[in-house]
Each structure stands twice: as structure tokens, then as C-alpha cells.
């Protein structure tokens, strides 16, 4: 039983001075009151179920008692009146919130109304309020609300504040169409979610992110506009929407209103209607959340936060598609076959009462969907249906059914046709019931600023990538026709779901949803031992593709055969391979380019080939390259080749193709030992550098001019020739931005110098990243094996990192004897916000084992933790480099 709420004792009303005071007099004094008055209603901010109405009701009232007593002093003519519109109208103006108002003045208002007019908006203006005013005559009004959806929906919720009392009502007669008027929100939500699709859920809008306050707002501005009833009352008279439903759009409003009150209060909200970081821990701890093993505070308030607006939106979409309905001519069902009718285009039952005797009908509704994609969607009568009878649809008994598993699994069977219905099933409070372990992901929050979404949300944008992975797409290198290949594809899809189901408990995510995964696949009959053994190796392994592309130096034959080694059978390549790819783009689009498409493809490539050719080594192959890459050298002799080649390591040309071989040999072969610079034209941009400088030297001002012009760095590639004569370097670069045409002129004078560069000047981090806090940390290793020395480096990220290490590797080590070393530089994901300790000063922590000192020099590449976590500066909290010495 719920606490009784505390009595609140509010803060006084506002009263205008005695005697009256001039009008710029009374506006500071209100000033002055509201900068008091927030504070005031801020302290009964206290848990999570405060009293918010009140609250907000008594600083509305505050706000209406202001404007117009200044109105009163201002304006002399009552004929000119004064509204309250939009939020504001419909008595809910938080602390910040926008005050939107309407002057409407008579049309025969004269030039000294005009100026009381301009007056009293000045006076309002010194309130400290963002004041958003309409002024219009009463003659032009209804025009430009009829060419304004936004103002005609402000004046739907008008109140009448001062003058001659004159009532408003945009929907009597209707201005525009009702059809039409329903079109233009719809229109307005879709705009909503595309924006919210670009930026994530990280940092939600409470106010415009899906099922936020706008979905609310929408069932009732369409109820106020078709039936002229701004409460539910009408909905639920015409069964357009249920008590229960009303009762839970309540519930859902309080709780956003709560958290949309306290965040207004608050003294670091920049953003008023969005959670950022720094409020969403700020809010976890005044909501009195507190950590549990494994589920902190924070992920408890956002948790909290996300199963509200789903629910909002599910509610939303249902309402809003029976008021569409209800406003098209009448049409008769249209049969399709002996279960199925359409009308207006939406699936409909011919004989409704099968739903509740054949419970396995369920996925058949989605599978004639998959099959028939000229119907647009579910009747909203048989969506509520379904929702009205989903748990016994998914009591134990039929999700034991082997017929029913068979029917789920047929719907996965369908590659590009498996998301809508997936979509449809979870956002109907389906998914959930059908498979339990996925009730705790939904609405879980990852924090790692990389996930742009909710668990349940990346899964769900996973299997959209995988489904888009049927058109042949050059970003997606095979993908195309791997995926036709596949002889199980709803395990693919299957895997896809539980991938990520492990997260949020103790332990590694992969293994708990592998072990998920295995007992899904033990109690389903539908599923054979050898296809649940793919499922369990797919979720417990479905991040060693991504860790070993963007991780391990895939020009070392050894890293492709232990890669290799690791598969049961050759076709579990290819589904590991798409999973990844979708992971990854699923996780933040800003994380996929084509670097990180090239990566995943080459170790896919030369995994492929080892598993298919185990006679051929790949040494054979590197050998049949550089035959090729000879053919393909101009204006030189087999004998200058033969005696450069044998000055270079073997390193220099290992996993290059014959073309990228034949460049840098031209390149080396015309410049001689002068410091030369060569960008090759394609992607990924690629430079190859020369110089008889020490590479200590060379790679600090390379480093230092590339961060300096904004280009990421992907990997970089340090050798030395075996006189010691020469040191050559190799960059792979973003193509955003693109490099300039005089890059490697203006790289090459750059580089003639051979002075330690000066520090990059400081940048201010992203908003994002101000609330994280990441520990430095610096682990040094020896492998006397492959004699190399490995040295990794964990810190947050900013701008010109690597050059700083290259600075201070310089300034530690100066002009080492020359020799071949390979960096990667690694994305790897930030502890969240609440997981963190700070040590003082963020200073590194070394950790050697044992103490063997590093060289500078080396080769950098992406390695993330997760596939989603991929080497760019831009998406990333902190970064991680790699720096291995390898004497060879």
C-alpha cells in the first residue's frame, strides 16, 4: 500500500502592491516574486511521488494572477483581450516552460491600442518568462490559424485571461478538415521520431521523444478538434478508448510531469525538457532510487522513465488509429481468404472468437502480414483484441506448444520481412510474454555512450539492419549474398534477440544469454540440437568478430588461424559475420564507415579462405601478391624492386594486396631518402610517409599536424628499413573530413622539421562527456614468444590525444634505434557515471608486467570492448591505444 502523500503548505499567492505601483515597478516586483517562488515549490520535491499537480496548478495560477494585473495597467481598452494558449492554456506552465499568449484586438483598434499593446508585451518581457505572444485581429485570426497547425492547435486549449469576455473555438465550426487536421499530427509525431531516430534515447526529450508528453498532448488535442472534448469522457464513450487505458495515460503523466517539474528546478538543466546525464543522476538520487547489486540508481529512474513512455506510445498509436478510422467514409470488409478480411486496408478477423480457441492464430495474423505486404496493418479493433487476450495468447501452455514455436520461428524464417512484425509483436506486449528473459531488458538504458538506445531498442534495430542486409549495399561488403546462403536464417534472427538478454545481470551478458538461449532452445521442439547449438555459440561469441577485427593485427597469419580455430563447422562464420555487422550499425550509426566495414570484411575474407583452403597458407598468398604487385610496378626494374624489397620487413607488405603493395614500392622507389608524403586516391585515405628521421620524431609531428586539421587517425604502421636509413610510416585516415587536396605537400614541409611539436591547444569536451569521469590507466606487457612489447593506454578522450602520447613517448625515449612497430588505436566503452571512481587528478596508473620500457613507435586500429564500439573520436568517452614494439 502506497504512503499517504504529505499535506503540502504552499507558497503565498501573488499580490499586486497597494497603492498600485507603475507598471516597470510591479513587473520587478513579480520578477522578483517568481525567482522566489521556484525555489519554494523545488523543496516539496521530495521521492518520486510528490504532489506535481498541485505544484504546477498553483505556479499556472501565479503566472495568471501576473499578466493580468499588468494587463489591467497597460491596457485600457477591454475590447482587447488576452488569452492563455497552448501548454499554458491548458493549465500546465512548469517553471521553464514556454508562457504562449494571444492579444487579440478588435479590427477598429487604433493606433493608441496598438501602443498599449507593445507596452504591456515590454512589461511582460522584464518577468524573466520566455514569453511566446500572438497578436491578431479579430478578423484575421481564423485565417492564420487555418494556414498555422500550430497555432490552431494552441488555440484549442485557450483561456480567456482578461477583457471583454469573447470564447475561441478553432474546432466550431472546424477551421481545417478533421481528416486533414489528423494528418498534419500524425505528420508532426513521424518529423518527431526521425529526430529522435538521429540523435538516440541517451539523452531522451521528455517532451517530444517517442510516448513523451506530445503523445499525450496528441490523443487530447484530437479529441478536443473531432469531438470537442478535451478530457477522455467522448474516447471512451465511443470505445475508442478504454477506462483502463485513460486511468494508465494518467499514471504514465504523473510520473513525466514529476520528473519534468524537478528537472526544470534544477540549477544544471540547460535543456529544459532534456535528460541529460548530469540530471538523470541528479534525479535518481532526489527520486530516493538507491544502487542494487547489479541495477543502479540511475538505470532505475530511466528504466522507470522508458516502460511509461512505451506505454504512452502504445496507447497513442491504438487511439490514434481508431480516431482515423472513425472519421473515413464506411467501407465494407473486404474478404481475403476464410480467416482474414481488410477494411480500410487493416487486417481484420472474418470470425473473431478463433483468436480465443486457436491461441498458435496469433502468429499466422503476422505471417499473413509478412506474406501480403499490401496491407498496410492491424484493424485496431484486432489490436485491441490482442491485447485484451495476450496473456493467455502466451501462457505457459502455448509458449510450450511445439505447433506454436513452429509458427514464431517461421516468422524469423523471412529475411527482409522480419522486423515490422517484430515491431508489431513487441510493441503490442507480446514479445515479452512469449519469451520472459526479455521482459528485464526492456526500457533498460546502456551507459556507454555508444548504445544510442535502450536494450530492447538496439535488438529491435539489429534485426531491421539484418533485414536491410537482403539489398545488395556496398557498406555492407558479401552481406547480401551470405545472408541468401544461410540454411538457417530464423536462427540468425533468433540469435539477434537474445544477444544482448544477458545484460543487466552478474556476470558476462554473453555467457548468461548464451546459457538464456540454450534453455529457450532445449524446451523447443521446433529447433534441432544442431541448430541450438549455433544459437548458443552465436550469442556466446557474438563479439570475438568484432573484437578480433578492430583488436588484432589481421596481417599476421597466426591471428587469422586462431581465429579460424575457434569455429565448429564453416558455415557459423557467416552468421557470426552479419551478426556483427548489424550489432554494430545498430548500436549507433555513427559508428559504422567504411574503415570499420573493411576491417570486419578482411578478417572475414581471409577466415573464409583458411576454413576452405587449409592446404594454402596464407604465407602463400602474401608471396602471390607481391608477385602480382611486380607486374603492376611501372618504370622499374625486377632488380631495383628485388633490392628495395630486401632492405624492407617483411611487415611492410604482410596482408596488403598486390595494389597497395605496388604503390608504396613506387612511392619508396621514386622519392629515395628524401622526406616524401603520398595520398592515395579511394578510401580509405591512406598515407604513406618517408623520411630519414628518427621515428619518435617522425610519427609526434605527423600525429601532431593530422589532429591539428581534424583528421581521425584509424591505424598507423611505423617501420624502418634494415640499413637504419630511412623510416617509413603508413596512416589510414577518416574520409570525414575529407583530406585536402595539398594535405601531403603542406605534411611533407611539416615534417622536414625535425623539433618536437608544441602541445595541441585545449578544446572544451562534449556536452555528453562532462559528467563522465574515467580513470587513466596504462598496462605495459612483454611476449618474449613473439618478442614484442605491448603498451595500452585507457583515458578519456579529447582532442590531440594521440599527439600528446606521441609527445610524451618522445620526451621518455628520445631517438630510439629504429625498428617495426604496429599501433591500433582502441575505442573501448567508459565506465558508466555511476560505476566510477575517480582517482585525484585523473592520474594514470601504471601497471607493468614485468617492467620492460617501451619504444616509440608502433600500429593503431580500432578495438573495441563490444562490436558497437569502434575507433573514432567522435562517438567515444575515452579512448585506448595500443602501442606494440616487435623486434623482428
Known amino acids: ?67 493580468t494585473a499588468l494587463y489591467q495597467q497597460t491596457i485600457t481598452n477591454p475590447a482587447i483581450r488576452l488569452y492563455a494558449i497552448g501548454g499554458y492554456g491548458r493549465g500546465e506552465h512548469f517553471p521553464a516552460s514556454d508562457t504562449d499568449i494571444l492579444i487579440l484586438a478588435p479590427d477598429d483598434s487604433t493606433a493608441a491600442d496598438h501602443a498599449q499593446i507593445e507596452t504591456c508585451i515590454a512589461h511582460l518581457w522584464q518577468l524573466g518568462l520566455d514569453i511566446s505572444q500572438h497578436v491578431h485581429h479579430d478578423h484575421d485570426l481564423n485565417t492564420a ?56 534515447q541517451l539523452e531522451p526529450d521528455l517532451k517530444n521523444g517517442s510516448g513523451g508528453l506530445r503523445d499525450l498532448h496528441m490523443i487530447r488535442w484530437l479529441s478536443a478538434y ?23 495515460l494518467d499514471e504514465s503523466r504523473d510520473s513525466l510531469w514529476r ?52 506505454r504512452i506510445r502504445r496507447i497513442n498509436q491504438r487511439v490514434v488509429s481508431l480516431i482515423e478510422a472513425d472519421h473515413q467514409p464506411p467501407q465494407p470488409a473486404i474478404p481475403l481468404n476464410a480467416d482474414y478480411a481488410a477494411k480500410n486496408n487493416k487486417l481484420i478477423l472474418r470470425h473473431p472468437e478463433h483468436l480465443n480457441n486457436k491461441p498458435h492464430q496469433l502468429w499466422d495474423i503476422f505471417h499473413y502480414l509478412q506474406q501480403n505486404p499490401t496491407i498496410s496493418d492491424l484493424h485496431p479493433d484486432l489490436v485491441r483484441q490482442i491485447r485484451r487476450s495476450r496473456d493467455r495468447l502466451t501462457d505457459i501452455a502455448t509458449r510450450r506448444d511445439a505447433d506454436d514455436r513452429r509458427r514464431f520461428l517461421a516468422l524469423l524464417a523471412q529475411p527482409g520481412n522480419v522486423y515490422p512484425q517484430l515491431k508489431r509483436i513487441h510493441q503490442y506486449g507480446l514479445l515479452y510474454r512469449y519469451i520472459p528473459a526479455f521482459a528485464y531488458i526492456t526500457g533498460r ?15 529491435l534495430n539489429l534485426i531491421n539492419t539484418l533485414d536491410q542486409l537482403v539489398r545488395p549495399d556496398p557498406a555492407y561488403p558479401e552481406a547480401a549474398d551470405t545472408l541468401r546462403r544461410l540454411k538457417h536464417p530464423a536462427i540468425l534472427y533468433l540469435a539477434a534477440l537474445f544477444h544482448d ?96 566495414a573493411s576491417l570486419l570484411h578482411n578478417l572475414y575474407r581471409q577466415t573464409r579462405h583458411l576454413l576452405e583452403h587449409q592446404e594454402h597458407s596464407l604465407h602463400t598468398r602474401h608471396r602471390a601478391e607481391r608477385e602480382r604487385a611486380k607486374t603492376l610496378i611501372k618504370n622499374a626494374h625486377p632488380a631495383a624492386i628485388d633490392a628495395l624489397w630486401a632492405n624492407l620487413p617483411d611487415a611492410y607488405y604482410l596482408g596488403e594486396s598486390a595494389e597497395h603493395i605496388a604503390a608504396k614500392t613506387e612511392h619508396l622507389l621514386a622519392r629515395g631518402d628524401a622526406h616524401a608524403v603520398s595520398l592515395s586516391a579511394g578510401y580509405p585515405p591512406r598515407l604513406t610517409i618517408s623520411s630519414p628521421h628518427p621515428a619518435d620524431i ?30 617509413i610510416q603508413q596512416y589510414t585516415l577518416d574520409d570525414n573530413p575529407p583530406p585536402a587536396p595539398d594535405l601531403a605537400a603542406d605534411l611533407e614541409h611539416h615534417i622536414a622539421d625535425d ?34 612489447t605491448t603498451l595500452e593506454l585507457t583515458c578519456k578522450d579529447r582532442h590531440g590525444l594521440l599527439s600528446h602520447i606521441s609527445r610524451i613517448l618522445l620526451a621518455h625515449h628520445p631517438h630510439q634505434p629504429r625498428q617495426n612497430r604496429h599501433l591500433r588505436r582502441k575505442s573501448r566503452r567508459h565506465l558508466p557515471p555511476h560505476r566510477q571512481r575517480t582517482p585525484p587528478a585523473d592520474r594514470p596508473r601504471h601497471h607493468r608486467r614485468p617492467a620492460t620500457r617501451p619504444h616509440a613507435g608502433a600500429a593503431i586500429a580500432p578495438d573495441p570492448v563490444t562490436p558497437c564500439l569502434a575507433a573514432t573520436h567522435k562517438p567515444s568517452i575515452y579512448a585506448a591505444w595500443r602501442v606494440q614494439q616487435i623486434r623482428r
Not at 484549442?156 to 485571461?161: A, H, I, V
Not at 469576455?165 to 518527431?192: N, S, V
Not at 469531438?227 to 478508448?241: C, E, F, G, Q, R
Not at 563479439?543 to 586462431?562: G, M, N, Y
Open 259 to 310: 520528473i519534468r517539474f524537478a528537472l526544470h528546478n534544477s540549477n544544471g538543466a540547460h535543456r529544459k525538457n532534456t535528460l541529460d546525464f548530469g540530471q538523470q543522476q541528479h534525479l535518481a538520487a532526489a527520486f530516493a532510487y538507491h544502487d542494487q547489486r547489479n541495477y543502479p540508481a540511475i538505470e532505475q529512474l530511466m528504466q522507470h522513465y522508458y516502460r511509461h513512455t512505451m
Open 501 to 596: 538478454i544477458g545484460k543487466g545481470y552478474d556476470g558476462d551478458h554473453m555467457h548468461i544469454g548464451a546459457q538464456i538461449a540454450d534453455l529457450y532452445a532445449r524446451e523447443n521442439d521446433a529447433i534441432s540440437p544442431a541448430e541450438r547449438d549455433l544459437l548458443v555459440y552465436l550469442v556466446k561469441h557474438h563479439l570475438d568478430h568484432s573484437h578480433t577485427a578492430q583488436k588484432k593485427d589481421l596481417a599476421d597469419p597466426a591471428t587469422i588461424a586462431e581465429y579460424a580455430a575457434r569455429f565448429p563447422q564453416r558455415d557459423y562464420l557467416d552468421y557470426l559475420y552479419l551478426l556483427t555487422i548489424a550489432d554494430i550499425r545498430a548500436t549507433n550509426r555513427n559508428l559504422w564507415n567504411n574503415w570499420r
Open 445 to 459: 538504458m546502456q551507459y556507454d555512450l555508444f548504445h544510442q538506445h535502450t536494450v530492447d531498442q538496439h535488438t
Open 1 to 67: 500500500m502506497a504512503a499517504p502523500r504529505q499535506t503540502l503548505t504552499l507558497p503565498p499567492c501573488w499580490q499586486p502592491a497597494e497603492p498600485p505601483a507603475p507598471p516597470d515597478t510591479e513587473a520587478r516586483r513579480a520578477r522578483d516574486y517568481l525567482r522566489g517562488l521556484r525555489p519554494a515549490l523545488a523543496a516539496h520535491i521530495k521521492g518520486r511521488d510528490y504532489d506535481v499537480h498541485r505544484l504546477v496548478t498553483h505556479y499556472t495560477a501565479q503566472i495568471d494572477h501576473i499578466l
Open 145 to 200: 490559424a487555418s494556414a498555422d497547425t500550430d497555432l490552431l492547435t494552441a488555440l484549442l486549449e485557450n483561456r480567456q485571461l482578461a477583457g471583454t469576455p469573447h470564447p475561441i473555438d478553432p474546432a466550431r465550426p472546424p477551421l481545417i478538415a478533421r481528416t486533414a487536421y489528423i494528418r498534419a499530427k500524425q505528420q508532426e509525431q513521424r518529423a518527431r521520431d526521425h529526430k529522435e531516430e538521429q540523435h538516440g
Open 226 to 248: 473531432c469531438y470537442h472534448d478535451h478530457s477522455y469522457t467522448t474516447l471512451i464513450a465511443k470505445n475508442l478508448l478504454t477506462a483502463n487505458e485513460a486511468a494508465a
Open 698 to 727: 617522425l610519427f609526434a609531428r605527423v600525429t601532431h599536424y593530422l589532429e591539428k586539421h581534424n583528421h581521425n587517425i584509424h591505424e598507423a604502421r611505423l617501420y624502418s628499413t634494415h640499413d637504419h636509413r630511412l623510416t
Open 755 to 788: 623539433r618536437p611539436p608544441p602541445p595541441l591547444s585545449a578544446r572544451l569536451p562534449k556536452p555528453a562527456y562532462r559528467h563522465m569521469t574515467v580513470p587513466a590507466h596504462v598496462n605495459i606487457t612483454h611476449d618474449p614468444d613473439h618478442e614484442r
